[in-house]
């Protein structure tokens, strides 16, 4: 059975970009435009896997992490943050989540491909 | 002496103590005045010589009176006893010498009427005479009467008679005193059985035999008078008792104790010696017959019924008892009397001493207690108050000087309340200044609170803002690099998609795009903000500016299916500014307003007002979700309300520096979130050719 991944990116291109690098894999993926949403659709698609964009509407990346992490039923969830900014920058993402992986934009499709799959096989 | 002085300072100590506390309880005592003190003070010193008196002089005075008066009755009783011992004694001498009397043998041989007898006779009687014997007479063996002085009644024979028995085993014998068996001369002449007598008795010895008895019958008056020779005062008297109690000498009181009805007609072997409220003997006699000798001084009960102090002591040969006595009152009466008469003394001194120190103390405090109310008025503010005291004495001095100082005190007191008052002026005035430099302080302490809080917003903002900046320059970076390398690949592929192609270049294209507009605006604000940017002056049809730009942008609108339309008042007046930055403001807005609206439509108005154009640009947008006094930080740099969205946060901030360029103003209206926005700004009307 393929794994579900969850993209939240309110940046059009980005996931239009995500699509193009997951054609040809077994990776079915859904996509969310804020974080609130991302929340929402985690209870009726149950991904296995979340790449969040930082910088989004409504519930920013940090906050959606937060709450993720709070809800016993989804903590395990693997997330793979992704972003323009560097990881530097964003330090308190690593401080709610340990275990998160950072992709900084722009990324290939080799490096998605390598996070994607140390996060989930 | 040194325990009496601490007893004495123990009580006087106890009678401070006790003083204290009821000057502690009454207020009276509480000495709030100096005439108290000093009545307090005399009548504490008057009645100390008193309370010495009675704690120590008179307990002193009664233990010296007492110890005089036990070593009068010990010397009296013991000489007495002498007495008494020495006068039986010489009978004893007087029965022995008869005893020995040659005639005596021839007496007691031969019968009556010889020669011995007669001068034997002759001796004894005047012996009886000479000594006041009552009867002398001489018995042989047998008891039979062979001589006797006695012309009367005699007993012939006294063989039964103790006496007899003692002195013919060879005892010289003093009886005890007993009513005598015959009658003999009493006291009064007449003769009575059953007078009160004794008798002495001694063997005659003749050749070694004992051959008959002398015998004395002796006078118990005799005794008495003996007993009466040592005075002892008006209540005073020594008397003699036998062991079964009784008295056996006449009392002093004899006439009184008749009067009672106590005795008949003498107290000899009729009064017994008992208390008579006990019926028991009296203290001094139920001592005496225990057979010892000692005193009372504290007092007993005699035979009277009266409280007495005694001596007795036991003659053990006699078996006699000699009491001596006397009524306590006479004793310590006198004592009694002078404690009485000093008391009184004292107390009257007392009495004296206290109205002296009453009206002392009052003419002492009078002139304080004057000069105390002179000095209370002085001290409320009336200072018109002077101490009226001629006295020559000290009071006197006190007052001429209280005075001065009243004076002094009245003269420093008005110049410091005019001290004062100009004080208080000079205070006023400065409370003024302070207060005012107060108030401007407070504001500049508020103004830079103020501005440290902005300034840390400025900072938290700029922090916010090159990340904002960074985003809005990385993200198209992004994008381009990313689209390149993924059209590089895909290119390679075979057959091309296409659609795949002309998204690709739409996204490079966009995101170029958007970079440059993100450059330009920044280094837009940036030359608007050094001040080196130089607006142009020519007159400006709004009219035609709004109208151009509308149809700018219709397009724009229409495409994300927003209506864009420009509302004209009418022709509005020229205006006076650089046309195309007033047509950056004008694009600015609309730009926004479609960027932030998702249906509906944008609508321009234009309007004078006063000597202003008025021109806003309203929208059915999302509207603003800050409260209403944050809307000014729309028009900062960098600042975005919705970062996600597209825009480098310049805009506005880049309108609001035209428009303030323009001398005109820049703000927001907006009635809530998702009720849409409206923008307006004003520029000032060109002044006329006329004007």
Redesign the interface.
Known sequence: MSKKILIVE??Q??F??YE??LEDTDYTIVHALDGKQALEMIETEKPDLIILDL???KLPGDEFLKQLKSSPPHKDIPVIVAS??SPH?NKTIFEIDPDVSYLE?????ERLMEVIKRKIE | MDSLLQQLLKHYSHLKNYCSAIAHNFHFFSFTSIKQKIIFSSILLSTFPIFITIVYIYPKEEHALRDALIQNLDSIGHKQSEFIEKWIEERKADIWLIAENPNVPGVIYKSEGSENFYRLLHHLKYTRDTYRYKEIFICDRNGDLKITTSTGKVITNVSGFEFFKQAIIGTTYVSPIVPSVIPIINEYGSLEQGMPTLFITTPVIYERKIIGVVCLRIDVMEINKLMRSVRLGKTGETYLINKEGYMISESKFLSSLKDFGLVKQRTTLELKLIDPFTGNFTKGVAECLKGGSGYDANGYIDYRGKTVLGFWQWLPELEWGIIAEIDKDEWYGSVKKLHKITFSILFLLTLAVVSFAFVFGKKISEPIVYLTDVTKSISEGDFSKRVNISAKDEIGELSKSFNKMADFVEEKTHALEEYTSNLEKIIEERTKDLTQINKELEKQSHDLEKAYKELLTLDQMKDKMI?DV??EL??P???V???I??WT??IKKDPLDRS?KE?FEH?ISS?LQRLRKTIESILDLSVLESGRFVFKKEPIQMDEIIHQTVMDMKLLAEKKGLTLTYHSSGNLPVTIGDKNEISRVLINLIDNAIKYTESGSINIYGKCKDSYLEISVEDTGMGIGLPKEEYSKLFERFFQE????YGSGVGLALCKNIVEAHKGRIWVDCKGIGKGTSFKFTLPVAPSENS
């Open positions: 309110d940046e291109e980005f239009f970009f193009m690098m910088l989004l509407d323009s900014f920058s934009k722009p990324f290939t499709q | 990340r960074s985003h990385k993200s970076v992004a994008q690099q990313m689209a390398d993924l690949k895909e795949k998204r996204i995101s919705h970062p996600t969205m």
